[in-house]
């Protein structure tokens, strides 16, 4: 059972038509995202591209940004209910937590 959460959840996370911004007003993304604080569509999950700049998590598992994902968060168990994201990116019950930016590869 857990296999097939793990499945389904990676599934949702590298199907590229997640990676849309938070709302209709922002700016489209570019080859260089930090204008408009959002992964281009193109960006890899777990680059350094892939990032939301504005809620500081990789974009694609970004549930603000990506409302579609939230279930599998919540198959997994890996959800805070009380503030309507992943417990793995809740800083509010983790004031620890540190969400780091993968590198940038050297050209």
């Known amino acids: 059972m857990r296999i097939q ?3 389904v959840l990676s599934l949702l996370i590298l ?5 849309t911004g938070c709302s ?3 700016p489209p993304a570019t080859a260089n995202s930090s204008s408009s ?3 281009p569509a193109a960006a890899e999950p777990g680059s350094h591209a892939d990032w939301c700049g504005e809620h500081g998590v990789a974009e694609s598992m970004c549930t603000r ?3 579609d994902l939230v279930p599998a968060f919540q198959a997994t168990g890996d959800w805070c209910e009380e503030h309507g994201l992943p417990e793995s990116q809740c800083k509010a019950c ?3 937590l540190e969400i780091e930016r993968p ?4 050209s």
């Open 5 to 7: 959460l793990f499945l």
């Open 15 to 19: 199907i590229p038509s997640f990676l």
């Open 24 to 26: 209709e007003e922002s």
């Open 37 to 39: 604080g959002h992964a």
């Open 94 to 96: 983790n004031p620890d």
């Open 65 to 67: 940004c990506n409302p």
């Open 103 to 106: 590198p940038a590869e050297e």
